[in-house]
Nanobody, 124 residues
Framework: QVQLVESGGGLVQAGGSLRLSCVVSGRIFIPNVLGWFRQAPGKEREFVAALTWSGSSTYYSDSVKGRFTISKDNAKNVVYLQIISLKPEGTAVYYC?????????????????WGQGTQVTVSS
């Protein structure tokens, strides 16, 4: 079983920054692909960023490039999402997800494991 626990969300003013964390644990294995998604009220879940434990490449949606940075700490089994220049439209529940794949993917249904989410609210 794989567990993902997010933290770091909160209320922040537009233009501010946050760092979200996702602690990954698994009794047998750690999935190779870790991603961040977000879901705003009334909208579908949206891909934000992803990386692989085994590599150094990172992947971002066009809407967040330049403001979001995904990174990992292999020793601690933690994936981070650093967000700068937050915008009010960034208000959403941010989810950490994991997939047993060789390559990263932006498709939500290809992720088998999900965290409970952390709320990010950006005030204007």
């Amino acid at each position: 079983q794989v567990q993902l626990v997010e933290s770091g969300g909160g209320l922040v003013q537009a233009g501010g920054s946050l760092r979200l964390s996702c602690v990954v644990s698994g009794r047998i294995f750690i999935p190779n692909v870790l991603g961040w998604f977000r879901q705003a009220p009334g909208k579908e879940r949206e891909f934000v960023a992803a990386l692989t434990w085994s590599g150094s490449s990172t992947y971002y949606s066009d809407s967040v490039k330049g403001r979001f940075t995904i990174s990992k700490d292999n020793a601690k089994n933690v994936v981070y999402l650093q967000i700068i220049s937050l915008k009010p439209e960034g208000t959403a529940v941010y989810y950490c997800a994991a997939a047993r794949r060789l390559q990263a993917t932006a498709v939500a249904y290809e992720y088998e494991y999900w965290g409970q989410g952390t709320q990010v609210t950006v005030s204007s």
